[in-house]
């Protein structure tokens, strides 16, 4: 394996004698979605997001380009300048995340689109995702997929894949649908790239169970975001 990275052997090895030590029930798993448990590359491209899909899909009103960019050029230099605090960026992320997700309902966002993008095959996991999901659930390992993007999306893939098992939980962004499948509103919490802590966890009906699971295979989020 190549490609693969460990800056630490050793302190690696130890994690995995002690995630062996304590068994399956006092591990759960932590993972993002998007470029994660999805294809960061494709043909050597980096893999378009659900809001790019929708986009060039024209699923959305001809003016959601030019506002989600004015939107993406204001909020995105607060994102990446890690010398502001991270309370300030958490307030400024809320702030772009609650703005766009209500640019998307003004766009027409409806879940019919979204079911037929899953259907043409432009949203796909990586190798070895479904037997990972498979292993996890003959295990009763609680995975939380947690995600910035559009749990809508998240969730009706899973479903299309028979994977949406009962071991599984998403934290994202969730809209609210009229009977047409248009959005109509927003489902609280909202989700963004810095707020995925385990805070958000407390409000999942699984949160006392995973107390006292101590073991946690985190998948795709960076150290600071989790610390």
């Known amino acids: 394996m190549k490609n693969v990275i460990i800056s630490n052997p050793k302190r690696l090895e130890k994690k995995k004698r002690k995630f062996k030590e304590k068994g399956w029930s006092k591990m759960h798993i932590l993972s993002d979605f998007d470029k994660t448990l999805t294809y960061a590359f494709t043909k050597g491209e980096k893999t378009q997001s659900t809001f790019v899909m929708l986009r060039n ?42 703005k ?16 037929i993008l899953i259907g043409k095959g432009e949203i796909t996991t990586r190798i070895g995702v479904s037997e990972f999901i498979d292993f996890s659930k003959k295990k009763n390992i609680p995975i939380i997929i947690m995600s910035a993007g559009l749990g809508d999306v998240i969730k009706l893939y899973l ?21 047409n499948g248009k959005a109509i509103r927003i489902n609280p919490p909202i989700i963004h790239s810095a707020n995925k802590d385990e805070t958000t966890i407390k409000n999942i009906s699984i949160y006392e169970e995973l107390k006292i699971r101590r073991n946690v295979l985190l998948l795709g989020m960076g150290s600071e975001t989790w610390r």
Request: hydrophobic share 30%; net charge negative; proline share 5%.
């Open 159 to 179: 479903e299309k894949e028979k994977k949406l098992f009962n071991n599984i939980h998403i934290i994202s962004n969730l809209f609210k649908w009229d009977s």
């Open 100 to 115: 766009h997700l209500d640019l998307l309902i003004e766009s027409k966002l409806n879940e019919n689109d979204i079911k």
């Open 57 to 98: 899909n024209n699923c959305l009103t001809p003016d959601y380009p030019q506002k989600s960019q004015a939107l993406f050029d204001k909020y995105n230099p607060i994102e990446m300048n890690h010398k502001i605090p991270i309370e300030e960026r958490k307030e400024k992320m809320n702030e772009w995340w609650k």
